[in-house]
């Protein structure tokens, strides 16, 4: 991801040397990129700031942007399912996304999703960038390509690289691996099933990683 010019991004909004609140309450206010017009609001991670493992998706839904919370709708439900399948409890963990307003276009009476582009998730990237130096998690999943690339180099690919931690200075395990929403489009229950299956086993290898130390 080529990063822009600190000017372009939210970066001069970031508090320096501020606590997680001070960051989050700065992020509510955020207009560094013209999501915030389509978007309800700002919404940011949740989750203790002394949790261990990270995971980190694209943007808010459309759920998501209703209630303010990240992955509380379907994907939200698949992860939920994956996490208590491979023995990690949700609320051990932090979960954001690396784009935190929704961006969407209107079919009909339903806000389908659009892929944020490179210019707005460089432009979020400073927020997500605050909430791992906070955190200092022990393990970071970038869930789907925009976070793998965003975090982990452009040059990775989830169908290729999940299943294995990777090297990066965010964290000392990090790994890329599908995304929920992935999951929920496949066509077939089968292939919805391989899918889940295989989140499952790279969230198991992630549980292993927390269960150490
Ligand atoms: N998809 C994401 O990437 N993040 C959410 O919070 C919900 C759906
Ligand atoms: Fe700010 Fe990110 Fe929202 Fe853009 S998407 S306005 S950078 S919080």
């Not at 439900?77 to 935190?100: F, P, S």
């Amino acid at each position: 991801m080529p990063r822009l010019h600190p000017e372009e991004t939210a970066a001069p909004l970031v508090p320096r040397g501020g606590t997680y609140d001070d960051v989050r309450t700065a992020a509510a206010g955020c207009r560094a990129c013209p999501l915030w017009t389509t978007g309800t609001q700002t919404v940011f991670g949740e989750g203790e700031v002394t949790s261990r493992l990270i995971l980190v998706g694209e943007q808010p839904g459309d759920s998501e942007d209703r209630k303010g919370h990240p992955f509380v709708g379907p994907a939200g439900r698949v992860l939920d399912q994956a996490l208590e399948r491979a023995g990690i409890d949700r609320g051990d963990a932090y979960v954001t996304n690396v784009v935190k307003h929704f961006k969407w276009v209107a079919v009909g009476k339903r806000r389908l999703h659009q892929k944020p582009n490179a210019r707005e998730i460089g432009a979020c990237l400073p927020w997500l960038d605050a909430e791992i130096e906070l955190i200092r998690p022990r393990v970071l999943v970038a869930m789907g390509a925009t976070a793998a690339q965003a975090l982990l180099g452009k040059e990775v690919l989830v169908t290729r690289d999940h299943g294995r931690f990777l090297p990066s200075n965010l964290a000392p395990f990090a790994m890329a691996t599908t995304h929920p929403s992935a999951i929920l489009r496949t066509e077939t229950d089968e292939a919805r099933q391989a899918a889940l299956d295989a989140f499952v086993e790279d969230l198991r290898l992630v549980a292993a990683v927390l269960k150490e130390k």
